[in-house]
């Protein structure tokens, strides 16, 4: 059964990659998912931007149990937290490696 985030991003981008990861990574902290999966690159065309971009999926709504905690605010605040701490850990690292 399909369970957990995932971020994916645009093959080739790595600014992308860097961003899904900072994310993927913030994710499994603050929701401690059963499965732990990894930032997955892809040709998506929703993130053919000129920007760093990633998509963050929140769960699977085929798994009743994911569905079920997905509903709930608590869960939700969790996700929003995380996806913050993820953008933040980002803005770091790029920072601290700027020229």
């Known amino acids: 059964?399909?369970?957990?985030?995932?971020?994916?991003?645009?093959?080739?981008?790595?600014?992308s990659r860097l961003l899904a990861g900072c994310l993927q990574s913030a994710l499994i902290r603050a929701l401690s998912p059963p499965k732990q999966r990894a930032a997955m690159a892809g040709d998506y065309f929703i993130l053919s931007l000129n920007v760093p971009s990633a998509l963050v999926e929140c769960g699977f709504l085929s798994n009743a149990a994911e569905e079920k905690l997905l509903l709930t605010e608590n869960y939700q605040q969790a996700v929003a937290q995380a996806i913050h701490d993820g953008v933040a850990e980002y803005f770091a690292l790029t920072q601290k490696n700027a020229p």
């Open 1 to 15: 059964r399909e369970s957990g985030p995932q971020v994916l991003y645009r093959a080739g981008q790595e600014e």
